[in-house]
T-cell receptor, first 112, second 113 residues
C-alpha cells in the first residue's frame, strides 16, 4: 500500500468550474498535510498547508482535512486555464523527517 | 538571490564521471533536503539535514554522497552513476521541524549516458 494515494487523472474541468482533487494516506499518525502545484518542467510550489480537521480557505483554494477518514482534498473555485498543472499531495509528521511522503500527483486540465 | 537556488540546471554525464550538484537557500532555514523525481513516480526523499546534521538517508546507493557544510548550502556528489539515475533532482529547505513547509529549488535535470 502506498503511503499517499492520488488519482493520476487527467482531471478535465471547464474554465470557471470547481476542480476537486483528492488524496488519501495510510499513516494514521500523520500530522501535516500539504498541496503543491507543479507545472511541467518546473519544481513544486506550495499552494496550501493544513494541520487540523476541517476546511482552510485561501483565495480560490480550499483544503479539507478529515483525519478520521485519512483523507485530504483541494478545491479550486473558478478554475482558470493557468491552473492546469499536476497537483501533489504531501503528508508528514511534525517530528520525524523520514515520514514525509508525496503522492504521484493528479494532472488537472482546465479547458477554456 | 532569493529562495532556493540550484546549479547546474542541466547535467549530462557518463557513468564513469564524477560531478556535484549544488543547492543554496536564502530563507534562513535550518533543514535541507534532496529529492529525486522520476517520470510517473512520486518524489523520493533521499537525504535530510537538520542544523547541518544528516537525519535521514533513505537507503540511497552509495554512489550518491551528500554534504552539508552549513545550513545554507547542500551538495550532492555523484560518481559512477547508472542510466536509471537519470531524473530531476530537487533540493528543498524548511524552517526546522519535520512539519514545516518545504520550499523547492528549480531542480537539476540529470541525464546519465
Amino acid at each position: 500500500q502506498k503511503e499517499v494515494e492520488q488519482n493520476s487523472g487527467p482531471l478535465s474541468v471547464p474554465e470557471g468550474a470547481i476542480a476537486s482533487l483528492n488524496c488519501t494516506y495510510s499513516d494514521r499518525g500523520s500530522q501535516s498535510f500539504f498541496w503543491y502545484r507543479q507545472y511541467s518542467g518546473k519544481s513544486p510550489e506550495l499552494i496550501m498547508s493544513i494541520y487540523s480537521n476541517g476546511d482552510k480557505e485561501d483565495g480560490r483554494f480550499t483544503a479539507q482535512l478529515n483525519k478520521a477518514s485519512q483523507y485530504v482534498s483541494l478545491l479550486i473555485r473558478d478554475s482558470q486555464p493557468s491552473d492546469s498543472a499536476t497537483y501533489l499531495c504531501a503528508v508528514g509528521t511534525l517530528y520525524n523527517f523520514n515520514k514525509f511522503y508525496f503522492g504521484s500527483g493528479t494532472k488537472l486540465n482546465v479547458k477554456p | 538571490e532569493t529562495g532556493v537556488t540550484q546549479t547546474p540546471r542541466h547535467l549530462v554525464m557518463g557513468m564513469t564521471n564524477k560531478k556535484s550538484l549544488k543547492c543554496e537557500q536564502h530563507l534562513g532555514h535550518n533543514a535541507m533536503y534532496w529529492y529525486k523525481q522520476s517520470a510517473k513516480k512520486p518524489l523520493e526523499l533521499m537525504f535530510v539535514y537538520n542544523f547541518k546534521e544528516q537525519t535521514e538517508n533513505n537507503s540511497v546507493p552509495s554512489r550518491f554522497s551528500p554534504e552539508c557544510p552549513n545550513s545554507s548550502h547542500l551538495f550532492l556528489h555523484l560518481h559512477t552513476l547508472q542510466p536509471e539515475d537519470s531524473a530531476l533532482y530537487l533540493c528543498a529547505s524548511s524552517q526546522d521541524s519535520a512539519g514545516d513547509t518545504q520550499y523547492f529549488g528549480p531542480g537539476t535535470r540529470l541525464t546519465v549516458l
